[in-house]
Structures are given as C-alpha cells and as structure tokens.
C-alpha cells in the first residue's frame, strides 16, 4: 500500500517558512490587490444562496458572509501551534473561537444551546438594499429559519433542533429534540453556516441569489464577478475584527481588493502564477509542483493532504452491485498502489477510507482492521475472477459510470477502467459538466457508478455523509437501519472518547462491505510569492474558508517590485 512520504518535509519546510519571517517581521502595509486561485480554481460559483444548499456558497460568498464559528489562527502555526489548518471543515475545540458569536454554552434543563452574539459588529451598507445596521439576534434566526424552510434542504442535518429563538437582543437560544455531536459544526462553521440579512432576500432581480445583492458583515464586499472568470472583493473599512501581529492589534484587511481567479486550465493558472498574475496558489499537484522547477528557489511552498479523497460508488440498491462479491471484486481489480506511485509520484496516501489519519482515535490503520476490510485495499484481480464468476457474472458485465469533465478525473477514471476489463468488467464513462454531474446526485438520478470526491470534512460527517440512509451524499445509495441507528448513537453521545470509536468501528465495517473503490489521496501543495506576508499556508478555517486568512494577509509592494513584478 502506498503511503504519502513528504509529512516530515512538509512540517520541516513550513517550519523553516515560519522562522524565516518571524526573524524578518515587518510593520504590516496596507493597500494593493491580493490576487488568489483558490483550492478548486476551476469551478465558479454554484448559487450565491445559503438556502440552496450548496457546498461552495461558504467559499465564494466567504469573504462577506461570516459564520457563528471560525478556526483561530493565532493557535495554529503562525503562533507556535500544531494545527496548520490544512483541514477541509474540521476544527478542534483548542483551535475554535467565535466569529459572530462570542460564547456558547449547552444547556440541560431545557436542552439548548444558548449563543452570545458580539455587539460590535456591522452589517455593510449596500446601495438599494440597506444601510449599515446593527447584527442582532434576529439576524441569526432569519438565516436558519430560511434554511431549514428551503425546499432544497436536508432535513436530517437539523433535525435535532426544536426551534430557534432570540432570546435578547444579542443572543439566539437553539432549544434541541435531543443533543447532536457535531452542533459546532452544524451551526457554528459548516457549509451551511453562513449568516446574513433579510434585506438582501427581498432585493429585486432575483434576492439572495443574485451576487449583485451581496451584503455581509465580513473583511471584504463583492463587487464584479464573472463566471468562469474571477471575483473581486473590495476591503470593507469598517470591518470589526483585527489582527494581532507581535502583541499589537491592527485593522484588516490589509489589502484593499482579493481576486478569487477560476481558472480550469491548469497551464493557464501556472503560467499566471509564474508571471506574477497571481499571488497564492492553495492547491496544485505534485505535477504541477515540478513545473514550477525554474522559479522555486524564488516561492514558499507548503504541502498538505488534499482536501477529498476519490472513489468509485457503486449503487447497491440495484443489481449487480446489491452483490457484495461483486463490489469486493472490483476493488480487487484495482492496484491503488501502483495508481499512487503512477499519477502521483507517490505522493499520496492509501488507505483513508474516508477518514484523515490524523483524527487520532477516529482513524483505524490498516494492520488494525478486521480481515475483511484489510482484504478490500488488496490487489488480486484472480480472486476479483472468482468472486464475478460465484457471483454468476463469470463472463464479466458493463455499466455506466458519470464523470465529471476535469482531466484529473477523466483520467483516473479511464486507468480505473483498464484494471476492471482485465476481470472482464466495462466501465462505461460518461462525462459530465460538472454542475449537471453534481446534478445527477442531488436528484438520486446518477448511474450504477458515480465518480464520488470524498471529503475529509470531519470525523462524524465523513461517514455520515457517506453511509446515512438520508444524505444525499450517499451515492453508493446504502440503506440499513442498523447503519442508520450507529449513527444516531454518535451523534447523540456526549463523551468523545465513545464517539471515536463508535466512528472507528462503524468505518471499519463499512469497509468492509465496500460501497465504495477508494482510491488513493494525493498530497497537494500550497505556493505563494514572498511578497504575500502574514500567510503561513493554511488554506481553511472553518468549511473550506479562506478569506480570514486573506484578510490577515499583506502585500510587501518593495520586494514585489525588487523581484522585477
């Protein structure tokens, strides 16, 4: 099996990132434009409206929209702590604090959960929509009544809340059905944890969904976006949070504009970062990386797990693929080590299944499951034969696979399809855009294969999203009460140490029944100009969030220039 080796380069190199501009810190400058392609460049924006469900609205409407909730910079890397934010959506309580809240506290008599609002924060003023007012409570209820209304909701992911009231002016109470493991995440800094006004609901030409109608109370304010294109966020002056550097607060954004560049072709972005044209790539490959030999004594690098994993779903609600010999011969067919080593150069890990190995106590190595899941990362397309053929499949069978159009995955999809027709096994590839892919599964209409990216979100959402009867994110499409009830039981239990392993067991069994052909995770890497100060190649602070990190972030215009750009 193969396993990413570059952790202790990685950690020595952001190490050595981290002295260099702690012994040459800077008086911090304002002004200039922070250019950035974000961690998925080639996709734009999907909805501007948090009721719509959709996971990308915290990322592109992040800069003006804030959450309850955020990952505290200051006690990771860049103030002498371990965490380097490299997470997707996960944040320990040691690294949490609060955005629009200021405490919180879970109540017993009656179960709620009672969150202070901050007093000292603004909503902007936005021509034809609103003035600048105050954000109260009322503010935090609006939001999460429209969501959970939305016709497009997942009425699971806040089923344990009764009901939502403001019970000051600066203080919303969550009174629950029942206590859920994962409320931060939920409420406090998910994907769909985004506050804003009712004012921007009721502006014309289309309300919420319009990017036109963005308002927030966040360190910038969208102002031209182009699909396909970029989006600029200009510096909101009156933002209400600072940034302490060397023991002294200062006023962000430091910058006076971020560009969000969406670039799909990666030719492209690399050739624009080589050029000065951007400022921070978050996630390039190992590929990508080497191309980049000419300048790289000149750039900051950082490498950090992806984000998602990949795999093969496999629908066992219909034949073939309701046969676990069938589902277990295909990901024996499959030699994910040597897929590693060939697309990769090795840099990757496998097994992840679908959990980071560095949620200590969540994730179970691979020498400690049971035999049955360590049989599922096996390669042994002879025993994949025999399995097809007791599966009364002995001459093999064809189904349809949709694929989004990125090369990456058409790509790992056709090597995939190469080790299933040497077992007899035809994957028939149907590409597609990625908006109609992403389709398909929130309609339950996608095929017997579906090209899944798993993400590493956090502990108890990575299996729930996988393997809840419910999720719309389950498209291998399991549907087992037992399954179901495991799940219910994590995410009422209240002792961590019994949620971990409630989750290390439940994915040790779910491996072993193999919904899904995981593939290997690759190991990205994060590189910028040394003009961008203040960034230590975190790339999330709360679900897939970056704009707090930009927003921190100054431009060193001398060495800019000095550097011939």
Not at 242 to 265: C, N, Q, S
Not at 381 to 409: C, H, R, S
Not at 474 to 482: G, I, L, Q, S, Y
Request: charged share 25%; proline share 6%; net charge neutral.
């Amino acid at each position: 099996m193969a396993r990413g080796h570059l952790g202790t380069m990685a950690a020595a190199a952001l190490g050595a990132i981290i002295a260099t501009q702690a012994v040459s810190a800077q008086e911090p400058k304002y002004g200039g434009t922070l250019t950035i392609s974000p961690y998925s460049p080639g996709i734009s924006a999907l909805s501007w409206d948090p009721a719509d469900w959709n996971w990308k609205v915290s990322i592109d409407a992040g800069p003006y929209m804030e959450q309850l909730m955020v990952g505290d910079l200051s006690k990771g890397v860049r103030g002498g702590g371990k965490n380097n934010f490299f997470s997707e959506v996960w944040l320990s309580d040691d690294v949490l604090r609060g955005e629009l809240a200021e405490s919180w506290e879970v109540v017993d008599k009656p179960l709620s959960i009672v969150v202070n609002l901050r007093k000292n924060v603004k909503w902007q003023a936005c021509k034809g929509i609103m003035e600048a007012r105050d954000f109260t409570a009322k503010d935090v209820v609006f939001a999460y009544n429209r969501l959970i209304a939305s016709p497009k909701a997942n009425k699971v992911y806040f089923s344990f809340i009764d009901r939502a009231e403001e019970t000051g002016p600066h203080q919303v109470t969550f009174f629950l059905k029942e206590y859920n493991s994962e409320w931060k995440y939920r409420l406090g800094y998910g994907y769909y944890a985004g506050i804003y006004p009712k004012e921007i609901t009721e502006a014309p030409n289309g309300g919420a969904g319009n990017w036109q109608n963005a308002c927030g109370t966040g360190p910038f304010r969208l102002t031209r976006y182009e699909a396909g294109a970029f989006g600029d966020y200009q510096a909101n002056k009156e933002y209400w949070d600072r940034e302490k550097i060397d023991g002294k607060p200062y006023k962000i954004p430091f910058v006076d504009k971020l560009v969000m560049r969406t670039i799909a072709d990666s030719q492209t972005r690399l050739a624009a970062f080589r050029t000065g044209k951007i400022d921070v790539m978050t996630n390039i490959s190992w590929d990508e990386l080497k191309s980049l030999a000419p300048i790289r004594d000149k750039i900051k690098v950082v490498e950090h797990p992806d984000y998602a994993g990949e795999a093969l779903a496999m629908r066992v609600d219909a034949p073939p693929f309701d046969n676990p010999k069938v589902r277990l011969a295909l990901n024996l067919a499959v030699d994910r080590a040597a897929i590693a080593k060939q697309i990769y150069g090795g840099h990757a890990d496998f097994p992840h299944l679908p959990l980071d190995e560095t949620w200590e106590g969540y994730f179970t190595p691979a020498e400690k499951m049971s035999e049955e899941a360590r049989e599922v990362l096996q390669y042994n397309p002879a025993k994949a034969k025999k399995l097809l053929a007791e599966a009364g499949l002995a001459n093999g069978f064809e189904f349809k696979a949709q694929v989004p159009t990125f090369a990456d995955q058409l790509k790992k999809a056709q090597i995939v399809a190469g080790y299933l027709s040497a077992i007899g096994v035809k994957m028939i590839i149907e590409p597609k855009e990625y908006g109609a892919f992403l389709s398909l599964m929130t309609s339950g209409k996608h095929g017997p294969g579906y090209w899944h990216f798993v993400g590493m979100s956090n502990p108890t959402a990575s299996v729930e999203k996988l393997f809840r009867s419910s999720s719309v994110w389950n498209t291998a499409r399991v549907n087992d009460p037992k399954v179901d009830a495991a799940l219910d039981a994590i995410q009422q239990e209240r002792d961590p140490d019994k949620v971990k392993k409630a989750v290390a067991a439940l994915t040790n069994e779910m491996t072993a029944r193999a919904p899904f052909l995981f593939l290997p995770r690759p190991r990205s890497f994060a590189v910028w100009w040394p003009w961008v100060k203040n960034y230590y190649g975190e790339i999330s602070v709360s679900a897939r969030r970056d704009a707090p990190i930009w927003a921190r972030a100054w431009i060193d215009q001398d060495l800019k220039k000095s550097m011939g750009f």
